[in-house]
T-cell receptor, first 110, second 116 residues
Framework: RKEVEQDPGPFNVPEGATVAFNCTYS??????FFWYRQDCRKEPKLLMS???SGNEDGRFTAQLNRASQYISLLIRDSKLSDSATYLC???????????FGTGTSLTVIP | DTEVTQTPKHLVMGMTNKKSLKCEQH?????MYWYKQKAKKPPELMFV???????INESVPSRFSPECPNSSLLNLHLHALQPEDSALYLC???????????????FGPGTRLTVT
C-alpha cells in the first residue's frame, strides 16, 4: 500500500468555483502534513502546513481527519492563477523522510 | 528567508562526462535532500543528509554520488549517466528540531538535466 494516495484528476473547474482535493495516508502515527503547489517545470512551493484538525489561509482551507486518515484541501473562488498541480505530502513519524502523493492537476477555466 | 538555491539551472552532459550539481541554503536547516522528478510524476527521493551525515540512500545507482561539505551546502556528483537519468533534480531542506510537529520542507528551483 502506498504511503500517500491522491486522486490525480485532472480537475477542470470554471473561475469562481469551489474545488476540493482529498489525500489519504497509511501510517496512523504520522503527525505532519503539507500541501504543496507545483507549476509546470517549476519546483514545489509550500502552500499550507496542516496543524491539528486544519487551518485556513484566505481562499484555502486544509483539514485533517485523523480517524479516517485523510487530508483535504479546499479552494474557494478559484482563480485562473490557481491552475497547477497540488501535492499532498506526509512526513514520516520518525526520521526525516517525506512521502509524496502523485499530485492532483487543477485547471481553472475562464 | 526561505530560499534554497541550486546551480546550474540547466545542464546537458554526455554519458562519459563528470559534472556536479550544487545546492545551498542559509536557513540553518540541518536536513538536506536530493530528489529526482520526471514529467508528470511527483518528486522521488534519492538521498537525505541529517547533520551533514547521509541518513537515507534510496538505493540510488552509484553513478550518483552525494556530498555534504557543511551544513549549508549539498552537492550531487554525476558520472557515466544514462539518457534515462534526464530529469529535474531538486534539492530541499528542512529544520530538525526535537519535539516539533511541523517540519516544512523548502525546495530549490531545480537543475534540469539532459543526458545525451
Amino acid at each position: 500500500r502506498k504511503e500517500v494516495e491522491q486522486d490525480p484528476g485532472p480537475f477542470n473547474v470554471p473561475e469562481g468555483a469551489t474545488v476540493a482535493f482529498n489525500c489519504t495516508y497509511s501510517n496512523s502515527a504520522s503527525q505532519s502534513f503539507f500541501w504543496y503547489r507545483q507549476d509546470c517545470r517549476k519546483e514545489p512551493k509550500l502552500l499550507m502546513s496542516v496543524y491539528s484538525s486544519g487551518n485556513e489561509d484566505g481562499r484555502f482551507t486544509a483539514q485533517l481527519n485523523r480517524a479516517s486518515q485523510y487530508i483535504s484541501l479546499l479552494i474557494r473562488d478559484s482563480k485562473l492563477s490557481d491552475s497547477a498541480t497540488y501535492l499532498c505530502v506526509v512526513k514520516a513519524p520518525t526520521g526525516n523522510q517525506f512521502y509524496f502523493g502523485t499530485g492532483t492537476s487543477l485547471t481553472v477555466i475562464p | 528567508d526561505t530560499e534554497v538555491t541550486q546551480t546550474p539551472k540547466h545542464l546537458v552532459m554526455g554519458m562519459t562526462n563528470k559534472k556536479s550539481l550544487k545546492c545551498e541554503q542559509h536557513m540553518g536547516h540541518r536536513a538536506m535532500y536530493w530528489y529526482k522528478q520526471k514529467a508528470k510524476k511527483p518528486p522521488e527521493l534519492m538521498f537525505v543528509y541529517s547533520y551533514e551525515k547521509l541518513s537515507i540512500n534510496e538505493s540510488v545507482p552509484s553513478r550518483f554520488s552525494p556530498e555534504c561539505p557543511n551544513s549549508s551546502l549539498l552537492n550531487l556528483h554525476l558520472h557515466a549517466l544514462q539518457p534515462e537519468d534526464s530529469a529535474l533534480y531538486l534539492c530541499a531542506s528542512s529544520q530538525l528540531l526535537a519535539g516539533q510537529l511541523t517540519y516544512e520542507q523548502y525546495f530549490g528551483p531545480g537543475t534540469r538535466l539532459t543526458v545525451t
